[in-house]
């Protein structure tokens, strides 16, 4: 047996190439178009399928088995809570483009505590579905990013539900993910937050997680920040989760943070006070966005996009080009709390590479054996990619079109011939028993590894 601990790659084979192209230079011919059908040139990508990013919610997945661990139903939710949270924490800073996997694409890691298989089942709408398991957990869903464009800012909302199963309890739990956006489309330096509301559901018990995702205001004391409660079935607040996405969870009990709000609520009246300032309104940054766009005869509200949303992420009264900055002298710490998750350094080299986390480093690397087993369709052996992270653009440029015009030409000539639909291959439609939606699910066969008639998509 493989006893011996498996080492994988920390850093990309070659640096990053700096670009210092404007985004908005692509974007602003864009507007109102649904942008997983721009293609963007290959300087604003990563070299990563979409396929592989998904993987990167494994990072932290021993905290599912901390979960099993856990006798209480209460305390198993904190530490899916610490789960669903930590799969968030490898975005921060991450700004480069994945690649839009192509349709029948597919991507499998094998790590000691599980494996994951991910395919691209449906291209327009893009829809990816992922399935992962250990000998304690079954974590499974799809996602199809839907991507929205304000002008200034650019919105992601990953639709779709993900699901844990701990099928020893009989116990699952569901819950979708906040929204993403990209700020300073038009001048400055990209930088992005994830907002909105995120709903932790345990199936079987009823307990409830409520956790909001802050967006960034003016003092940006809120960036970054998670804060939310737990319920149980009679929606009694039991505990207090809070923390930022992209460094800790905490958690203490609901009795303990009422307690602690009391004693301190001189300092949180003060905060309130100042963020409502009267001159909040038209912002110089909004006017300037508008008059830009008003002579581009576009407007940035016109697009398909819906007021709901609008809602939920609205632009941040942070002037133009900024980035806020989190103010680390801001750090609450409630008595009896417990830190469920902490996120681990990013490599020293990591503004050359990408941004990536260890973890992300080692996604796309063709470990030893693999050229023998992997299925045929793997994102390791899409060339575009393979070029990228080799650190030859034009090369990757120049596959990246060639793979898309072959996908192009393959769905005309299925569109044209009767009976030749496309099927995924590892995942059917189906609804998902947990939240009785539409989903895809798993058919169990891919690691039989029995690769036959692999559709020819590189
Ligand atoms: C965020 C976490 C979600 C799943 C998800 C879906 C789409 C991803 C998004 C995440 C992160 C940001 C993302 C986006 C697709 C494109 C965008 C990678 C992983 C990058 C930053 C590209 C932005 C380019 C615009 C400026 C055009 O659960």
Not at 62 to 74: N, W
Request: glycine share 4%; hydrophobic share 30%; aromatic share 12%.
């Amino acid at each position: 047996m493989d006893t011996e601990k498996k080492e994988y790659r920390l850093v990309l084979p070659v640096p990053m190439y700096h670009n210092d192209y404007n985004i908005w230079s692509v974007l602003k011919n864009c507007i109102g178009k649904e942008l997983s059908k721009i293609t963007m040139p290959v300087v604003f990508n990563e070299p990563l399928s979409f396929l592989q990013r998904m993987a990167e919610y494994m990072e932290y997945s021993h905290l599912l088995r901390l979960a099993l661990q856990q006798q209480d139903p209460t305390t198993r939710m904190q530490y899916v809570i610490g789960f669903a949270v930590s799969a968030l924490a490898s975005n921060w800073e991450r700004l480069g483009k994945p690649f839009n996997p192509l349709l029948g694409e597919t991507y499998e890691l094998e790590r000691e505590e599980f494996k994951i298989i991910c395919e691209q089942v449906s291209h327009h709408p893009p829809v990816s579905a992922f399935h992962a398991e250990s000998k304690d957990w079954i974590f499974h869903g799809s996602i199809h990013p839907k991507l929205k464009f304000w002008g200034k800012s650019v919105e992601i909302q990953p639709k779709g539900t993900v699901t844990v199963e701990f099928p020893k309890l009989n116990e699952a739990y569901t819950w979708s993910n906040v929204q993403c956006c990209v700020h300073n489309i038009i001048v400055g330096k990209l930088w992005m937050e994830q907002c909105g509301t995120m709903e932790i559901v345990n199936h079987s018990t009823g307990h409830k997680a409520h956790l909001t995702f802050k967006p960034a205001g003016w003092n940006s004391k809120d960036l970054h920040r998670v804060e939310g409660y737990i319920t149980d079935k009679s929606k009694h607040k039991l505990f207090f989760i809070y923390g930022k996405w992209t460094e800790f969870i905490k958690c203490t009990d609901y009795f303990s943070y009422e307690e602690y709000l009391k004693e301190n609520s001189h300092k949180f009246k003060r905060d309130g006070d100042k963020s409502k300032s009267p001159n909040d309104s038209p912002s110089h940054t909004s006017r300037k966005v508008l008059q830009k766009l008003n002579s581009l005869k576009v407007s940035p509200f016109k697009s398909n996009s819906t007021q709901e949303s609008m809602d939920e992420c609205t632009p941040p009264d942070i002037p133009d080009g900024m980035v806020p900055k989190s103010e680390s002298t801001y750090s609450i710490d409630i008595p009896n709390s417990i830190t469920i998750w902490k996120v681990k350094p990013r490599p020293m080299q990591t503004s050359d590479y990408y941004q990536f986390t260890e973890f992300a480093m080692s996604l796309n690397e063709l470990e030893s054996g693999m050229d023998k087993s992997l299925c045929p369709t793997d994102s390791r052996l899409r060339p575009d990619i393979r070029k990228l992270e080799q650190g030859d653009i034009d090369g990757a440029a120049i596959e990246k079109t060639r793979l898309e015009e072959k996908q192009r030409d393959a769905n005309k000539h299925r569109k044209s011939k009767k009976g030749t639909e496309w099927h995924p291959r590892w995942f059917n439609q189906g609804i998902n028993p947990h939240t009785k939606q539409e989903d895809w699910l798993y058919n169990g066969n891919y690691w039989k590894r029995e690769y036959t008639d692999n559709p020819d998509i590189f």
